[in-house]
């Protein structure tokens, strides 16, 4: 059994917890937490299981980190934080541990990552032994194995366009919907993530990455970027109320330009309301999704909904992102120290768990 510790226990960590207790070659052995509230409590009443899992939480790092377990799960936000949450991963890969998480997007593609990014995580595996992979929904599976998979089955294939199409009125964490996304605020206002250049940082490490397994040069990366007002103020079960004539839907593309034209194309359609930008490419009930779709031929056509706690699909999401990055752990155990990405470590069936009892 690899000793694994969760590091972290928000929206990502508790499916992590979930996502460790349930894999048969994981043992779950530490909870670090960041909140004194939560010191002490039960890792299994952190992630919502029902039951005790006999783990306390803990926010004492060097004592977690000097037990040398096998795996952390780095689950941490980034988001707001890059610095701290590239020191923390250095830092435990440098013990010797195979490390995932989905905090940094700039090592989603670790070929392509700028060099203050790279180099120190470099130095750690150098040092001390450990790996790294960094992988997630979307920037994620989304837009890596699935749309390559799926290609696979085409004879020709003209365009992949990868599409997230969300109401984020249910995804739980506010301050990220309203203020790094723009939900709620005036038209005038500047969202970061929706300021130039920067859907580029976050999602062009997947269009590289789609690239290269396709074997074609990108002239470019290029982005385009719309958004909405909401026409009537709304009021969200999680979130409250949103005014009328504030941002209310965001629609953007990052594409891969091939010989002049956009071939590989990462698409976002994010409403706080479905009453807003109508019109717009809406998911199969309303709530969210991620689509797939293969120009060519044949045209291939896929959506993925995933759902958790209580069916939330942001949630379900969140799920599917630490699937990824917990059931790559014990084939990270097994290679060689070294930085990876999506194209290297692959998506595996959950032998051993058709049928497991889940936490």
Not at 243 to 256: M, Y
Not at 263 to 275: D, K, L
Not at 285 to 303: F, K, L, M, Q, Y
Request: aromatic share 4%.
């Amino acid at each position: 059994m690899i000793s694994t510790v969760v590091w972290g226990t928000g929206n990502v960590g508790r499916a992590a917890i979930r996502a460790v207790e349930a894999h048969p070659a994981l043992k779950l052995a530490h909870v670090l937490v960041h909140d004194p509230g939560k010191v002490g409590r039960d890792a299994g009443d952190l992630a919502g299981t029902g039951r005790d899992l006999g783990v306390a939480a803990t926010d004492d790092i060097d004592a977690v980190l000097a037990a040398a377990p096998g795996a952390v799960v780095y689950a941490a936000s980034g988001d707001i934080r890059p610095d701290e949450a590239l020191a923390d991963i250095v830092r435990a890969v440098r013990t010797g541990a195979v490390v995932v998480t989905p905090a940094l997007y700039a090592l989603y593609d670790q070929r392509g990552a700028p060099p203050e990014l790279r180099d120190p995580v470099l130095a750690a595996i150098a040092g001390g032994g450990g790996s790294l992979f960094v992988s997630g929904v979307d920037p994620g599976w989304g837009n890596d194995v699935l749309p390559l998979l799926i290609s696979g089955l085409g004879s020709t294939v003209d365009a992949i366009r990868c599409q997230e199409i969300f109401d984020y009125s249910t995804y739980d964490q506010p301050d990220a919907v309203r203020h790094l996304i723009g939900m709620g605020h005036p038209m005038e206002y500047e969202p970061l993530m929706l300021a130039a250049s920067v859907p580029t940082m976050v999602w062009g490490g997947q269009i590289r990455l789609m690239a290269r397994a396709l074997g074609v040069e990108l002239d470019d990366i290029r982005e385009t970027m719309a958004r909405r007002p909401l026409e009537t103020t709304v009021t969200t079960r999680m979130m409250g109320e949103f005014e009328a004539g504030t941002q209310g839907a965001v629609r953007f593309e990052v594409q891969g330009i091939v010989e002049g034209e956009p071939r590989i194309v990462i698409e976002h359609i994010t409403r706080i309301h479905p009453s807003c930008a109508p019109d717009w490419p809406t998911p199969p009930d309303g709530s969210g999704a991620h689509r797939v779709i293969i120009e060519g031929r044949p045209r291939i056509e896929v959506t993925v909904e995933a759902g958790d706690e209580g069916e939330n699909r942001s949630a379900g999401g969140n799920a599917t992102a630490v699937g990824r990055l917990v059931n790559a752990i014990d084939w990270l155990v097994e290679a060689e120290p070294g930085l990876y990405d999506a194209l290297d470590v692959p998506l595996r069936p959950a032998a051993g768990r058709l049928g497991r009892k889940q936490p």
